[in-house]
């Protein structure tokens, strides 16, 4: 069954709403970390959590042409701008992936390994900052599935909701916390 965010998310008016967001959050992180390398890596970041949000709600899915390439440039990038946090880097990018791993192992069918690999980028770009955007996005997530139950009842725990996106809400607001 296709919810009502899947429908819009389908539109043109969809592809509009992404580019003129991904093009604010661009000049936000301009703003934010100037004209550095830091800039560059925040807003290819955003462009692609953006990009990668609009997939995940259209087709249910995180392409591993955009996310594995994503994460081994944005880590390559991490580790030549300051490579004294190349082994936080590291370990940010593996530790949040088998964050989101091991839930799989217990139950297959509530997450995809597309989630794995965006929190594998996303911990190569946040570094120990991860850990906030993870549970930023597991609690906009939880509010949504709560707010989903009250609305529908019980049978909502059937209806798909692309984990995606909440990552992605997570990580931009704990990048640009990180810059305050």
Known sequence: METALERAARGRGAAVAAGGLA????????????????????????????????????????????????????????????????LEWTLAALGAALFLFVPILVYPAGMGMGDVKLALLLGAALGTAVVPALVIGLLASFVVGVGLIAARGLRARKAYIPFGPFLAFGAITALFVEAI
């Open 23 to 86: 093009v604010a959050l661009v000049a936000a992180c301009v703003v934010a970390f100037g004209v550095t390398g830091r800039g560059l890596v925040a807003s290819y970041l955003c462009v692609v959590l953006v990009v990668l949000s609009l997939i995940d709600l259209r087709e249910r899915r995180l392409p591993n042409r955009i996310v594995l390439p994503s994460a081994a440039a944005v880590l390559a990038a991490q580790i030549a701008l300051e490579p004294g946090r190349a």
